[in-house]
């Protein structure tokens, strides 16, 4: 079937579930004008929870009618360019900074329609390509929550056809051949069936952000996306093309190695899934057609993404979501590197049990302080010496039983020695400007270590609440203290300087962007509801289980970013043992707050299984 019918017979199939919200006017909620003749636009600015609040959004959440204000991403470029990297990464800070976003994947969608996976096996795909989950596909893990992100349980789908089409039950390089037309057509139309799909989430379930993860690598289809988004939305709401291209030879080798991980070559010789891989990206350069000059005459807003952030080229960007993913997408990159987070030592006033404040370390957390700078120190050599190691273990093509592919990284030669080996990074401690998180890294040696204090790492200003016990403020301020439990996430403090989770979250945006953009191993002191904040970002979190995250003291959380995702470890100092800081369990622990009507909503989420041993 050609395209043009193609579109035409997914628009129809499509309107079942997915049609215009109205028939003869632009979603708007802005009331009809009594001038003749004068057009009705809606002015689209900045919404954002816990920031902004209008008799539309009373919660800052973009409303449903503000359709301009929204926006669709339409990933383009060839297999192992690294798209699926990006989104997840765009889709976890989009999330994290309260726009709701969400992934959809062609490719989980064609595999299941092809017959490659069952059912259940592609909603299990879908969860491990999730943006709130986003770690290695290798770690033996189970996902934080139900299957919602890229979850197609709930949709129409294509028919498993898989049997009648070559290559389809394997997707093997014949199902991705130009010629193979009835793959052609299938492609197609579960292209369309999954961009339904995030239509629907974004304007009709309170969506922000939905973004289509899949090739869309010729003019053709990318124009018939366009129209079908048109067609359902009007004009009104903002698109985007992303464009991810590599240049470099060793990303590109790298990008191939970790592709072979992925479902289409599960328990392959290695060898023959890269001559298989690589027989099907020449099938997609065939009518490959990159974004460009077409694109600037047709007035198109594109980003274009070179060695994952090496280069990016921006194009006709407006509204406020596409200049925040422009500006999150300006730091990217693959170099491998470690993340510390941790409370600052035991205080004076933790023993107390007073809330905020400026008071020094206890004597306990003085000994943690000494403890942490040995530790992080050992670990840093440590880091640097696996790094070698891998570096001299790294081969294409990959040999069988080959699990762990280096990092992909774009090849600077400052960052190498003569012999093409890495250098060893170097390593930034943050602390919080308040004394008791600057006294934690004092026994860090400045001559080989960056110290910084921001304040951006305070902890949450209590307002008239600072220097307080939970007990005085529920006996002084018991309605303050029943508001605060029923919702600990949007709750501000009142008084000079009170704050809630949300402004903490935006006030550490330029931490996290700057984590993001370094390439050194960075540790950060914080306090109890920055850390919350902090690991919520980097384990993708649901925002209803940030505040209740435990974060104990003497807890040391490491973070490796990785090319599918982040590595997550946990260590706990103890004074009584011979090497003070040993590996421990790792499990994200949520706290037990009853509610209101005395249920309790306690929940623990294990993300690896339980491990001890002194480091």
């Known amino acids: 079937m050609p395209v043009s019918q193609m579109s035409t017979h997914s628009f129809a199939r499509g309107s079942e579930f997915l049609a215009p919200p109205t028939l ?74 309260q726009h709701d976003t969400k992934i959809f994947n062609v490719g989980n969608r064609r595999r299941q329609a092809a017959g490659a996976l069952e059912t259940s096996e592609c909603t299990i795909l879908s969860l491990e390509a999730s943006p709130e989950i986003g770690l290695h596909p290798s770690s033996n893990l189970l996902p934080l929550h139900g299957p919602t992100h890229g979850d197609i349980s709930s949709h129409k789908r294509t028919s498993s056809v898989g049997g009648q089409i070559e290559g389809g039950i394997d997707q093997s390089a014949a199902f991705f051949n130009p010629l193979n037309t009835a793959a052609s057509e299938l492609r197609e139309k579960v292209a369309l069936e999954t961009l339904d799909e995030l239509l629907h989430y974004v304007l009709y379930e309170g969506g922000s952000v939905g973004i289509l993860d899949a090739t869309n690598s010729t003019r053709q289809r990318r124009k018939v996306v366009l129209e079908r988004i048109r067609q359902v939305a009007g004009k009104e709401l903002g698109v985007v093309f992303l464009e991810s291209e590599c240049h470099d030879e060793r990303l590109l080798d790298a990008n191939m190695r970790l592709k072979l991980q992925g479902p289409d070559y599960k328990d392959m010789d290695p060898a023959a899934a890269l001559d298989d891989f690589k027989k099907r990206v020449k099938m997609y350069e065939q009518s490959y057609v990159s974004l460009g000059d077409f694109e600037e005459r047709q007035g198109m807003a594109y980003i274009k993404m070179i060695d994952v952030g090496r280069k990016v080229v921006t194009h006709q960007i407006s509204g406020f979501l596409a200049a925040q993913a422009v500006y999150y997408l300006l730091n990217f990159h693959l170099s491998p590197r470690q993340i510390w987070i941790t409370r600052h030592g035991e205080s004076l006033d933790n023993i107390a049990g007073k809330i905020g404040g400026d008071a020094s370390l206890s004597p306990n957390g003085e000994k943690y302080a000494k403890a942490l700078a040995g530790f992080v120190e050992f670990q840093r050599k440590h880091f640097y010496e696996r790094q070698l190691v891998k570096h001299a273990s790294a ?5 069988l039983g080959d699990t762990t592919p280096p990092n992909p990284e774009y090849s600077n030669g400052c960052k190498q020695d003569e012999a093409g080996r890495p250098l060893e990074k170097n390593f930034c401690v943050w602390t919080s400007m308040l004394k008791r998180s600057i006294e934690t890294a004092q026994h860090f040696d400045e001559d080989k270590y960056d110290v910084k204090q921001m304040r951006m790492l305070n902890e949450l200003n209590a307002g008239i609440a600072e220097g307080m016990t939970y007990d005085e403020i529920r006996e002084t301020w018991p309605d303050q203290y029943a508001l605060r ?31 993001e953009r370094m390439q050194d191993h960075v540790l950060l002191v914080a306090h109890r509801v920055v850390a919350r904040v902090l690991l919520a970002y ?21 973070l490796e970013p990785r090319p599918y995702g982040v590595e997550f470890k946990a260590f706990q100092y103890n004074s009584q043992t011979e090497c003070k800081i040993t590996r421990i369990k790792t499990t994200i622990q949520l706290v037990v707050l009853p509610s209101l009507t005395g249920e309790s909503n306690a929940a623990e989420v294990i993300i690896q299984q339980p491990t001890t041993h002194c480091t």
Do not use: C
């Open 24 to 97: 003869g006017g632009a979603l708007t909620d802005t009331p009809a004008t009594t001038a003749p003749n004068s057009p009705r636009i809606r002015a689209t600015t900045i919404d954002v929870p816990g920031l902004t609040k209008s008799k539309v959004s009373p919660d800052g959440r973009i409303s449903n009618r503000d359709v301009g204000a929204k926006l669709v991403i339409v990933m383009v470029g060839l297999p192992a360019r690294g798209k699926s990297y990006v989104t997840k990464k765009l889709a976890r800070y989009l999330n994290w900074a």
């Open 395 to 399: 081969h294409l093509p990959p040999r």
């Open 485 to 515: 439990k029923a919702d600990k996430l949007r709750y501000r403090y009142p008084g000079a300087g009170g704050e809630s989770y949300l402004d903490v979250v935006n006030r550490v945006k330029p931490v996290i962007v700057e984590v």
């Open 538 to 558: 980097f384990l993708g979190l649901r925002r209803e289980d940030v505040a209740r995250l435990d974060v104990p003291l003497g807890i040391l959380y490491m």
